[in-house]
T-cell receptor, first 115, second 114 residues
Framework: GDSVTQTEGQVTVSESKSLIINCTYSATSIGYPNLFWYVRYPGEGLQLLLKVITAGQKGSSRGFEATYNKEATSFHLQKASVQESDSAVYYCALSDGNMGYKLTFGTGTSLLVDP | EAGVTQSPRYAVLQEGQAVSFWCDPISGHDTLYWYQQPRDQGPQLLVYFRDEAVIDNSQLPSDRFSAVRPKGTNSTLKIQSAKQGDTATYLC????????????FGPGTRLTVL
């Protein structure tokens, strides 16, 4: 079946420094999957941060970016300068490109930004 | 616009007890999902509905779990005889119709089975 791998369970970054959270995926369906980053801020529910449905394209939101790399099967999340308010848990996810309803999530990366 | 609401927010049970979780999706959303999220893991889809019909329940442990959405609006997920391995947060999400429609998540119900 489909799977998503996030290798870092927890990341600590100083405020104003750059960030990269790694995500790789494996999809078994014909065609390319849709890729997502979800975020859960402290005390809040899971919410969509950004999505990309076309291989080779880049998505961006709130200063975060992620590029759909079908050759490397990766969808890493990056930000040039993090803020304390970015402290949250970030989940990479994919859905079948043909049946887009089922989301498969990674295990999540907890980001702590030191002020 | 109100988001997805869930109740209760927390539940603590002994093994063998039953529990029900309730979800009210965003008004007008025809698709509703239930996810199970064990500690330190990502959410895993249990079942999803379009209107009142079950579309995929292949990951729902059918011997103890059941889910209904009788009028195509609110939904109930029930665990008949809870086990310690059921300890997790149960998330409900809803979306409008469409292949790329965003799923909106509720706050979840945190279940602990002792």
């Amino acid at each position: 079946g489909d799977s998503v791998t996030q290798t870092e369970g927890q990341v600590t970054v100083s405020e104003s420094k750059s960030l990269i959270i790694n995500c790789t995926y494996s999809a078994t369906s014909i065609g390319y999957p849709n890729l997502f980053w979800y975020v859960r801020y402290p005390g809040e529910g899971l919410q969509l941060l950004l999505k990309v449905i076309t291989a080779g394209q880049k998505g961006s939101s709130r200063g975060f970016e992620a590029t759909y790399n079908k050759e490397a099967t990766s969808f890493h999340l990056q930000k040039a300068s993090v803020q304390e308010s970015d402290s949250a848990v970030y989940y990479c996810a994919l859905s079948d490109g043909n049946m887009g309803y089922k989301l498969t999530f990674g295990t999540g990366t907890s980001l702590l930004v030191d002020p | 616009e109100a988001g997805v609401t869930q109740s209760p927010r927390y539940a603590v049970l002994q093994e063998g007890q039953a529990v029900s979780f309730w979800c009210d999706p965003i008004s007008g959303h025809d698709t509703l999902y239930w996810y199970q999220q064990p500690r330190d893991q990502g959410p895993q889809l249990l079942v999803y509905f379009r209107d009142e019909a079950v579309i995929d329940n292949s990951q729902l442990p059918s011997d103890r779990f059941s889910a209904v959405r009788p009028k195509g609006t609110n939904s109930t997920l029930k665990i008949q005889s809870a086990k310690q391995g059921d300890t997790a947060t149960y998330l409900c999400a809803s979306s409008s119709r469409g292949l790329y429609a965003e799923q909106f998540f509720g706050p979840g119900t945190r279940l602990t089975v002792l």
